[in-house]
């Protein structure tokens, strides 16, 4: 039995997920006449009390249109040097948005009302002008740590007092929900755009969906075809999101719970010097420095554990929708 904790963006559609998808009505979405495709859209922006969504790709092409279309050339972006728009996009910010970033450094990359005040342009012409704040939640380099709307709320009051959007990196958003019992439509109400992704938690095969105001996501759209991002009978994709929002939002809570297992287990290993805090899916811990996480992770690959480094001496796991009790059990047999 192989244990794959690379990433919860490894699973496999469920039977019931399958046949969603073999059984979706679909269309043309270039042309906006695949019926799945405005569906799920609708679902999704109707669950945020938002007037407007996007179906696409991937979380980084989401991610990319609302930076793209929030900002002017030469503008300023502010996130947390974490951040994965910043580090795992491909350098989108510069190439798509010709957009510099400023780059905070919070705890566990969490952005602070001050941080982001400290890190906005003065009206200077030798300055970009900040036109942007970027949170992520929950945090990917941060362990899976996530923001409260109380948090959220004190960056939003930030962004007003200087005519900035916000706009979220929700990859891992349903994570955050199911932990604090906080609702979609709160979010809505203090982003100018979300992003979600349907293929980690969720299950989905793959896609991601913009959210913002329909003036916002018209153009947003229009950049989607830019990029090469229209496509066609993509409602066999739609049918798997639109499933995933109905049922696989909730059981992210059995994700949780296994994470929780596996930091007990790594607790009893006297190679591993430090756990980062598990508040959701994510498990992130430190070796010493006599070990490198690169040949410790091939060492967990010889008995059938994947995971991957997160740095010279971290290494990651992510529980998911095809990480079973079984696994959980087998798990703490091989690390015995």
């Known amino acids: 039995m192989i244990i794959d904790l690379r990433s919860d963006t490894i699973t496999k559609p469920t039977p019931a997920m399958r046949e969603a998808m073999f059984s979706a009505e679909v269309g043309d979405d270039v042309f906006g006449d695949d019926p799945s495709v405005n569906a799920l859209e609708e679902k999704a922006a109707r669950m945020f009390g938002m007037e407007a969504a996007l179906f696409c790709a991937s979380g980084t092409m989401t991610n990319q249109l609302a930076i793209r279309t929030h900002c002017r050339p030469g503008d300023d972006v502010i996130c947390d040097v974490l951040s994965h728009i910043y580090l795992y996009e491909g350098g989108g910010i510069a190439v798509n948005a010709l957009a510099s970033v400023s780059l905070p450094q919070g705890e566990r990359g969490k952005l602070t009302p001050e941080l982001v005040r400290a890190h906005i342009q ?5 300055k970009p002008a900040t036109r942007l704040v970027s949170l992520e939640n929950t945090i990917n380099k941060g362990g899976g740590c996530y ?4 948090e959220i709320a004190a960056i939003r009051q930030v962004c007003d007092e200087h005519g900035l959007k916000l706009h979220l990196d929700g990859a ?4 955050a929900l199911v932990e604090t019992g906080e609702s979609p439509e709160s979010y809505g109400n203090l982003f100018d755009s979300i992003s979600i992704c349907l293929s980690k938690g969720l299950g989905c095969p793959v896609g991601s969906l913009l959210l913002g105001s329909r003036d916002f996501i018209k153009q947003a759209r229009r950049f989607r075809k830019l990029m090469g991002g229209g496509w066609r009978q993509a ?6 999101g639109s499933y995933a929002l109905d049922h696989h939002v909730n059981r992210l809570k059995l994700d949780h719970a ?4 596996i930091g007990q287990m790594l607790e009893k290993l006297p190679e591993v010097e430090e ?18 996480a690169a040949d410790y992770v091939n060492q967990l690959d010889q ?3 994947k995971a991957v480094t997160f740095g010279k001496h971290l290494v990651r796991f992510v529980t ?13 047999l091989r690390f015995r």
């Open 122 to 126: 003065p009206d200077d012409i030798h």
């Open 147 to 150: 923001y409260t709307i109380p």
């Open 172 to 175: 891992r958003l349903f994570n």
């Open 235 to 240: 409602g066999f994709l739609a049918a798997a």
């Open 258 to 261: 296994r994470a929780r297992k």
């Open 275 to 292: 756990i980062f805090p598990i508040e959701t899916n994510i498990v992130i811990f430190r070796l010493p420095e006599t070990i490198l």
């Open 303 to 305: 008995k059938g554990i």
């Open 320 to 332: 998911h929708l095809d990480f079973t009790d079984e696994m959980l059990e087998q798990l703490e």
